[in-house]
């Protein structure tokens, strides 16, 4: 019975050494395995030994992390109070240095990344932090990606997530929209009138040279107005000649009644 005791109590230690000593690395994962307190070696993804109490194997992920950076009150250099937020993905590409260059990678590229948030976007103006969101992003993970390397972190994207501006500014910023829309609308209004200018004086000249041209656009007009079946009837003339008609036809009415009235005035004074 000592003996069997003696077997069970060494296959129990046996077991628990054995559960101890086994590290399942996932794919995902590398393994940094440190023997008493020193590193020895990274170990790849799957089952793994270690000795228990002597080594310990911490387990870093490789995989891409979503970091949200929280809104950071930002002067602009034109002076203007803006809050900011954008989020940066970076994995880890040096699991040993991961681990042992930096307590909490983590924490660390969250406070950097504010860091670099505000400094990148201090530089610019409102307007080209509105505008140029593409060359901030780039130089914000220009800028974390030469610390955040030494750190075994590559950061892959940083993106602009949401710009907040005073209700002062935005109100402005309506009003300049407004007053540029006008001052297009107007250009364009501008540049119609004087196509139609033009257009209008070629066709005059192309009258004058063709006088039958005239003519054909008042057969034209007519046919536009006989569309609808309407009972006005126009005598399309030119104003010009018409006017000079009926002042030549006063003039020699006034000729024709001026000897009457004179014959009239003689035979007045006899009687």
């Known amino acids: ?12 230690v046996v077991l628990i050494g054995l559960a101890l000593s086994i590290r399942v690395v996932t794919q995902y994962e590398k393994g940094v395995l ?7 070696a990274v170990r790849e993804p799957g089952l793994n ?22 809104s950071q009150g930002i002067i602009t250099r034109d002076n203007v109070s803006v809050d900011i ?4 993905y970076f994995r880890v590409v040096d699991a040993q240095k991961s681990v042992v260059a930096i307590e909490n990678v983590y924490a660390a590229i969250d406070q950097i990344a504010q860091t670099t948030l505000r400094k990148v976007v201090g530089q610019h103006t409102l307007d080209q932090a509105l505008a140029e969101t593409d060359s901030i992003n780039v130089d914000i993970r220009r800028i974390l990606d030469v610390t955040t390397l030494e750190w075994g972190v590559e950061v892959t994207l940083v993106e602009l997530k949401d710009i907040q501006l005073p209700e002062s500014m935005k109100r402005a910023m309506a009003r300049q929209a407004e007053a540029e829309r006008e001052k297009r609308a107007k250009i364009i209004a501008a540049e119609g009138e004087s196509m139609a200018a033009a257009a209008l004086g070629d066709a005059s000249d192309t009258m004058m040279a063709h ?44 000729a024709s009644a001026a000897p009457y009235a004179t014959n009239s005035s003689e035979v007045g004074k006899h009687s």
């Not at 937020?85 to 940066?88: C, K, T």
Request: charge should be positive.
């Open 34 to 40: 440190f023997r008493l307190g020193r590193v020895i």
């Open 211 to 254: 006088p039958l041209a005239l003519q054909l656009r008042n057969l034209q007009t007519l046919i536009e107005l006989g569309v609808d079946k309407n009972t006005t009837i126009v005598f399309p003339a030119p104003l010009m000649s018409a006017i000079g008609e009926i002042s030549g036809f006063l003039a020699r009415e006034t």
């Open 49 to 70: 030994f270690i000795i228990p109490v002597v080594d310990r194997l911490p387990r870093v992920s490789l995989r891409i992390i979503t970091m949200p950076i929280q």
């Open 85 to 88: 937020s954008a989020v940066a």
């Open 1 to 12: 019975m000592n003996i069997l005791g003696v077997a069970i109590v060494v296959l129990v």
